[in-house]
Protein backbone atom coordinates (compact mmCIF):
# COMPACT_ATOMS: atom_id res chain seq x y z
CA UNK A 1 0.00 0.00 0.00
CA UNK A 2 2.68 2.67 0.80
CA UNK A 3 5.27 1.23 -1.73
CA UNK A 4 6.29 4.26 -4.39
CA UNK A 5 5.52 2.45 -7.20
CA UNK A 6 1.76 1.01 -5.51
CA UNK A 7 0.70 4.82 -4.72
CA UNK A 8 -2.96 5.40 -6.08
CA UNK A 9 -5.34 7.92 -5.92
CA UNK A 10 -7.63 5.58 -3.97
CA UNK A 11 -5.28 5.49 -0.75
CA UNK A 12 -7.93 6.86 1.22
CA UNK A 13 -10.46 3.40 1.11
CA UNK A 14 -7.06 1.34 0.79
CA UNK A 15 -5.96 2.69 4.04
CA UNK A 16 -9.77 2.03 5.41
CA UNK A 17 -9.63 -0.99 4.13
CA UNK A 18 -6.24 -1.62 6.50
CA UNK A 19 -7.64 -0.54 8.95
CA UNK A 20 -10.62 -2.57 8.90
CA UNK A 21 -8.18 -6.05 8.43
CA UNK A 22 -6.35 -4.95 11.22
CA UNK A 23 -9.35 -4.64 13.74
CA UNK A 24 -10.91 -8.12 12.10
CA UNK A 25 -7.36 -9.84 13.04
CA UNK A 26 -7.61 -7.96 16.42
CA UNK A 27 -10.92 -9.52 17.18
CA UNK A 28 -9.91 -13.04 15.87
CA UNK A 29 -7.05 -13.28 18.00
CA UNK A 30 -9.06 -12.44 21.26
CA UNK A 31 -10.98 -15.08 20.42
CA UNK A 32 -8.11 -17.60 20.21
CA UNK A 33 -6.64 -16.66 23.66
CA UNK A 34 -7.34 -19.07 26.86
CA UNK A 35 -4.89 -20.31 29.19
CA UNK A 36 -2.53 -22.29 27.12
CA UNK A 37 -2.40 -19.13 24.30
CA UNK A 38 -1.59 -16.28 25.74
CA UNK A 39 -1.82 -12.47 24.18
CA UNK A 40 2.09 -11.93 23.45
CA UNK A 41 1.47 -8.72 21.94
CA UNK A 42 3.94 -5.93 23.41
CA UNK A 43 1.86 -3.61 26.60
CA UNK A 44 3.26 -0.01 25.22
CA UNK A 45 3.99 2.88 28.33
CA UNK A 46 3.32 6.31 26.60
CA UNK A 47 4.81 9.32 28.39
CA UNK A 48 4.12 13.11 27.88
CA UNK A 49 5.48 15.69 30.12
CA UNK A 50 3.73 18.20 30.21
CA UNK A 51 3.78 22.58 31.14
CA UNK A 52 1.29 24.96 30.41
CA UNK A 53 0.12 23.13 27.20
CA UNK A 54 -3.31 21.98 27.21
CA UNK A 55 -4.13 22.04 23.46
CA UNK A 56 -0.85 20.19 22.71
CA UNK A 57 -1.66 17.72 25.64
CA UNK A 58 -5.29 17.42 23.80
CA UNK A 59 -3.69 16.34 20.63
CA UNK A 60 -1.46 14.03 21.93
CA UNK A 61 -4.45 12.30 23.74
CA UNK A 62 -6.53 12.35 20.53
CA UNK A 63 -3.72 11.08 18.01
CA UNK A 64 -3.29 8.20 20.63
CA UNK A 65 -6.94 7.47 20.81
CA UNK A 66 -7.72 7.87 17.13
CA UNK A 67 -4.76 5.12 16.77
CA UNK A 68 -6.47 2.85 19.04
CA UNK A 69 -9.93 3.28 17.98
CA UNK A 70 -8.70 2.94 14.14
CA UNK A 71 -6.48 -0.06 14.90
CA UNK A 72 -7.43 -1.43 18.17
CA UNK A 73 -4.42 -2.81 19.43
CA UNK A 74 -4.85 -5.24 21.66
CA UNK A 75 -8.43 -5.50 22.17
CA UNK A 76 -10.78 -3.66 24.61
CA UNK A 77 -11.80 -4.75 28.46
CA UNK A 78 -14.62 -4.26 30.16
CA UNK A 79 -14.13 -2.52 33.68
CA UNK A 80 -16.28 -2.24 36.34
CA UNK A 81 -16.32 1.02 36.92
CA UNK A 82 -15.72 1.81 33.28
CA UNK A 83 -16.60 1.43 29.80
CA UNK A 84 -14.32 -0.41 27.33
CA UNK A 85 -10.69 0.72 27.80
CA UNK A 86 -7.62 -0.12 25.62
CA UNK A 87 -5.56 -3.28 27.50
CA UNK A 88 -1.84 -2.67 25.91
CA UNK A 89 -1.22 1.20 26.27
CA UNK A 90 -0.86 3.24 29.35
CA UNK A 91 -0.63 7.03 29.22
CA UNK A 92 1.21 8.93 31.55
CA UNK A 93 1.11 12.32 32.12
CA UNK A 94 3.66 13.90 34.24
CA UNK A 95 2.59 17.69 35.01
CA UNK A 96 5.14 20.35 35.57
CA UNK A 97 2.85 23.31 34.98
CA UNK A 98 3.36 26.42 37.10
CA UNK A 99 -0.01 27.67 36.92
CA UNK A 100 -3.15 26.33 38.63
CA UNK A 101 -5.19 26.81 35.25
CA UNK A 102 -3.37 24.54 32.99
CA UNK A 103 -2.66 21.81 35.62
CA UNK A 104 -6.96 21.93 36.41
CA UNK A 105 -6.90 21.80 32.04
CA UNK A 106 -4.60 18.44 31.88
CA UNK A 107 -6.87 16.68 34.86
CA UNK A 108 -9.74 17.32 32.66
CA UNK A 109 -8.15 16.18 29.49
CA UNK A 110 -6.78 12.77 31.38
CA UNK A 111 -10.60 12.31 32.50
CA UNK A 112 -12.25 13.18 29.45
CA UNK A 113 -9.75 10.32 27.82
CA UNK A 114 -10.31 7.75 30.60
CA UNK A 115 -13.77 8.19 30.09
CA UNK A 116 -13.13 7.52 26.23
CA UNK A 117 -11.35 4.47 26.86
CA UNK A 118 -7.79 4.95 27.32
CA UNK A 119 -5.64 4.69 30.55
CA UNK A 120 -4.56 7.44 31.40
CA UNK A 121 -2.60 8.15 34.86
CA UNK A 122 -1.46 12.01 35.80
CA UNK A 123 1.12 12.69 37.83
CA UNK A 124 1.34 16.30 38.99
CA UNK A 125 4.62 18.47 40.85
CA UNK A 126 3.97 16.48 44.45
CA UNK A 127 4.17 12.87 42.64
Known amino acids: MWHSDNITTDFDSQ ?4 QSLFREQQ ?3 NLSYNSSNKDRSYNFILSIPIADRPEHLKGC ?7 CKLYSYG ?11 YTKIII ?5 SKEQKY ?9 QY ?5 QVHHYGLSE
Open 92 to 96: VIVED
Open 27 to 29: ALL
Open 114 to 118: RKKGL
Open 61 to 67: LESIFQL
Open 15 to 18: LITY
Open 103 to 111: IDKDIKLAE
Open 75 to 85: GTIDNETEHKF
